[in-house]
């Protein structure tokens, strides 16, 4: 089969200017299929508990360990994507993501789903450096503000997903089925990938012209960057915003289903529209921060809401809870859009990028590991309305380490 004529296509298309928008939508819903996956446990939680005689601590572990391959990988993607690159990064982690998933679907024990869950993680571990990675490589300083807040919803748009579809396919052909749901997706985005995805030929967005870009973006040689006070400090900062909201909304549609009295697809779809909201708080976030001239305030600030409405919902009954959803998501997407859109600021260098994106890496994984296992655990010794009071410290100490972060 002769491919030359595909090829020469496919390189006049990359010559677009168009071309980088092209590669957004692609590591866009690629990215999705990192959470995609990720959020399919919370939603039919229920079921899994049924099904594998297990319980909340144990359904909080399936959650967990999802980071735990993330929290080892977080430092050295960056140097896996120097060496591997851009597509056959992404081919790895999407097909940790396809091969997880389908060892899922075919658990008989839950020590097996947890497994299959460590190996997915290798597919969001990877993602959340290799894409904004990959919009640096192909948009230029001035006009990366939009396609990075674009990016920054893939976490809440593929939780919404899941969110709605996960309970009916579950209700209707099992929970097996919601996995090969997931595989299948992450085998489209796989082949799109591998058709679409390179680094861009000429360096034009970067002002050394003697390096490559993948080498200038993704360039973890230069190890002074692990030295940066700052951007250890916003790692910890995105370890406590990840405990605080994956710890108690990994439960909260369960929480609904048994205590309030709702359906599983009516917990999920209440509890969607925090996911709704924080796609807008995404976009506003990035927005904002441009405009008032601060990262900072806007990944500081937002622990005071995130701090109460944990435990105003696990009180809350009736048309109050679709309304602190509501409240809760206007404030949840505003922390990790800053941080990301901070870390370039607060490493100073560019070849140092993919570096500060791996530390970040780094406390995003841990917050997504410890999170909802010690929340299980603490309902489990406590009570749902005490669990969520023992989070108020944490996203209140995240005032306390972000008046301490050197940006603006």
């Known amino acids: 089969m002769n491919i030359t004529p595909y090829l020469m296509g496919m390189k006049r298309i990359k010559n677009r ?19 995609l996956n990720q959020s399919k446990v919370p939603p039919i939680m229920p079921f899994l508990i049924e099904s594998f005689q297990i319980n909340l601590s144990s359904a909080g572990m ?20 120097q060496r591997l690159g851009l597509k056959t990064t992404g081919l790895i982690a999407l097909g940790s993501l396809i091969i997880g998933a389908i060892i899922g679907a075919n658990a008989l024990s839950s020590s097996i789903l947890i497994i299959s869950r460590v190996i997915e993680g290798i597919g969001m571990g990877f993602m959340t450096v290799l894409a904004p990675a990959t919009i640096t490589l192909w948009f230029p300083p001035e006009k990366r503000g939009l396609p990075m807040g ?6 809440p748009v593929g939780t919404l997903i899941m969110l709605i579809l996960a309970p009916k396919l579950a209700e209707s052909n099992g929970w097996e089925f919601v996995w090969w749901i997931s595989a299948a997706f992450s085998f489209v985005m796989f082949i799109i990938y591998a058709v679409f995805i390179s680094a861009p030929e000429e360096s034009d967005n970067w002002t050394n012209k003697n390096v490559s870009p993948t080498q200038l973006s993704m360039n973890t040689n230069n190890w002074n960057g692990i030295k940066n006070r700052d951007v250890w400090l916003m790692a ?28 599983l697809s009516q917990a999920s779809l209440t509890f969607s529209l925090s996911t709704v909201m924080s796609i807008v708080s995404c976009l506003i976030a990035g927005v904002v921060s441009d405009r008032i001239g601060s990262r900072r305030l806007i990944f500081t600030l937002p622990a005071i809401p995130l701090a109460i409405f944990p435990t105003l919902l696990y009180l809350a009954d009736g048309i109050w809870i679709p309304f602190l959803l509501v409240f809760y998501g206007l404030f949840v997407g505003a922390i990790p859009t800053a941080i990301f859109s901070a870390v370039p600021e607060v490493m100073g260098n560019p070849k140092s990028a993919g570096l500060g994106l791996a ?11 410890l999170g909802p296992a010690v929340f299980g655990l603490l309902v489990s010794k ?10 108020i410290p944490v996203m209140l100490l995240v005032l306390f380490i972000g008046s301490k972060v050197d940006v603006k």
């Open 382 to 391: 406590l009570n749902w309305t005490l669990a969520s009071l023992c989070l």
């Open 359 to 369: 530390i970040i890496t780094l406390g995003q994984n841990l917050g997504f590991v």
């Open 150 to 155: 674009i990016w920054a919803t893939w976490v």
């Open 236 to 263: 910890m900062i995105f370890m406590l915003f990840t405990f605080n909201g994956l710890g108690w909304s990994s439960f909260y549609p369960t929480f609904l289903t048994n205590e309030r009295g709702f359906s």
């Open 17 to 35: 200017k168009y071309y980088p928008w092209i590669i957004l939508v692609v590591v866009f819903f690629a990215s999705i299929a990192a959470p």
């Open 62 to 81: 399936l959650m967990s360990v999802f980071a735990i391959t993330g929290v080892f990988l977080a430092l050295p993607s960056g140097y896996f994507l």
